[in-house]
């Protein structure tokens, strides 16, 4: 089924949200020109960036491909958050192609932050504006044209609208210029919080980070901010969506 068009929400300014591509790590070593994979069946990511973590020390050697929640908003405007990675089998097109839709039929992208995992695959929609704070090019709109090209619509400040119903807050922490995004459904409010949380749920959970961890201050800083809008689902970059009772 096609998600609603531009003008078709009837003045409604509520999304629908789904996950057209879940989040999923790979991880592997290579030691003496021996392949090891550790990707055991039914792990979520979050468990493989532990493992790979650990492993770092070890084999020299090593690598890990992660793809973010990309998520589909259907309302006022239809929205492609994160857009993740280019790969054979192109899952992005073939997800929305799934659903009746084409890049097309997409108005906008936006990237919680410009990492490459995130924006990689912001090269299927070559006619539409690609949001993203311009605190990931350091303000610089010339090196956000050089990634992203002359169809970058640069957010500033600390929050703001970017379509009716769609609302981003900068969260630092990740990166300078990671955001939220926040949006009403029937169900509550929804906030996308890519990278800002993470990497595992119960740092989130416990409001706690290891000792050094890096921009550890303005990450808690910027949970607390999430936490306030009380959202109904938080939907991270690399783990589940969590439901209702996240703000304890
Ligand atoms: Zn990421």
Redesign the pocket.
């Known amino acids: 089924m096609p998600g609603p068009r531009v003008g078709d929400s009837g003045g409604s300014t509520l999304f629908r949200w789904e996950i057209l591509i879940p989040t999923q790590r790979y991880v592997f070593t290579v030691d003496s020109g021996r392949l090891e994979e550790y990707n055991r069946q039914g792990e979520l990511s979050f468990h493989r960036f532990s493992r790979y973590q650990g492993l770092k020390a070890d084999h020299p050697v090593h690598g890990m491909i ?1 793809w ?1 929640n990309t998520v589909l908003l259907s309302g006022p405007v239809t929205v492609v958050v994160d857009p993740g990675l280019v790969m054979q089998g192109e899952p992005l097109p073939a997800a929305l192609a799934e659903r009746g839709l084409s890049p097309g039929d997409v108005d906008l992208v936006v990237n919680t932050h410009a ?1 490459m ?2 924006v990689q695959a912001n090269v299927y929609f070559p006619d539409i504006p690609i949001v993203v704070h311009e605190a990931e090019f350091g303000g610089s709109p010339a090196r956000a044209r050089t990634g992203f090209g002359e169809r970058a619509r640069l957010l500033s400040g600390d929050e703001g609208e970017i379509a009716p119903g769609l609302r981003f807050l900068r969260t630092p922490g990740h990166s300078e210029g990671s955001i939220c995004l926040v949006a009403e459904t029937d169900r509550g409010r929804l906030v996308i919080a ?2 800002t949380v993470g990497p595992l749920p119960s740092y989130f959970a416990s409001m706690e980070l290891p000792a050094g961890f890096p921009g550890a201050d303005r990450l808690l800083q910027s949970w607390r901010r999430i936490r306030e809008l009380d959202p109904a689902v938080l939907i991270p ?2 783990n589940p969506p969590m439901r209702a009772g996240i703000s304890g």
């Open positions: 992660a973010p990492h995992d995130h890519g990278d970059g690399h």
